[in-house]
DNA sequence: TACCAATATGTACTCAGTACATCTACACTG
DNA sequence: CAGTGTAGATGTACTGAGTACATATTGGTA
């Protein structure tokens, strides 16, 4: 929290109005919500609203900073006799077995993930995300093990991990619904997980990066 | 081409706009054509152009149905002896030596390329693109082995394949543009395409699928 | 030929996002 | 501590995609 006024109150009127937003599109969805009645709900002018945020789904999507920091930390300051796709791995099992955001299936994760896929642009969006994370991945892949910024088979290394990630996602949350049971779902992440980088491993093998 | 002059008419005002939007935004950049540019320039009617495009996108990727259809068909036909990751590695790599669309390096699909790349909303609706295709190969994957259209070890296939011919597609385009050298950025598509196919085979080892 | 329905088109609207100007309040300096 | 520069909040006016709904036109067909 920074000490002078001017951020503290900036940072405040930031955090009024994603707060009003994310209750406004988990009650009546994205689409369902003007900019402009979250303004008036928020108590702030429109233009407010877009000096913070530039597109309306960034209300929503807003901890996605995070996430990058956390794989590019884990990445740096890994262990050197453990290989990064193999780290990631590790990273993921870890995620899953304390509460982690998004696939702890807890009632807020699940209102998150449908109001997503309830809205076109958030779905939208919800891809845009995820090359950014490949992007973030590629490097921070790259750079552990002192490779050039593109490489391509950090690129590859990324790739996979990410559509694994994706699909075991989706089909935890495809799991727990039919069966309301987050053990489960957590059961199915991880063995998807474990496929999808096991296979990563072979793809990338010979590479530093297996 | 279908008989009755209604049809007929009809495929020729969807064509005439999607031709002339094709060289507009080529010209131009997307962005920076309007839907009433387009409706103008090809002399008719700006809903006109809506009833035909529902999304100014679809004006550009009018032909997605093709790939669609490409991979279901070479599912559906394949030979029973070769396993379907190992169907689809052949087939990017006869793709590769014909004159296949995007990844001959030919002026137009270079031209292509670079629209898509300058617009925000092309490369969104690419992304898009690229989903619906995961979403089809996943069915097909399913069908072609006998398994529920929505089997998780389909759709992480189908994932890790997309994710392999992105990765590829991107880095063979940028191969291209540095050594301008047409079979040295197919070598580096086939490269990646087999190491990516090598991976969603020991991912989905013990399945049928590989 | 007359009618039905598919297709093309017009009108009027909503809403996200942008450009630009203005106003307000905090912070810093002389 | 008064004066001033600037960041942040806000207003106004605009653009352009997309929608809802009405209307007109034209080909197929009884």
Known sequence: M???????????????????????????????????????AADVGRMTVFNHFPRKEDMFFDREEEVRAMLREALRQRDSRIPPIETLRLLTHRLISEKAPYVDFSAESRSFVETVERSE????????IRDELAQVLTEALSASVGREPADPDAHLAAGLLLATWTVAFIQAHQTFRQSRNSKKAKAVFLALVDKGTLGAKAALAGTPYA
Do not use: G, Q, W
């Not at 955090?15 to 979250?38: C, G, H, K, M, Q």
């Not at 642009?121 to 845009?128: D, F, G, K, P, T």
């Open 2 to 40: 920074p000490s002078d006024r001017r951020s503290r109150k900036r940072l405040a009127t930031r955090r009024a109005i994603s707060v009003v937003a994310d209750r406004l599109f988990r009650e009546r969805s994205f689409d369902n919500v003007t900019v402009d009645e979250i303004a008036t």
């Open 121 to 128: 642009r958030l779905v939208a969006r919800a891809r845009e």
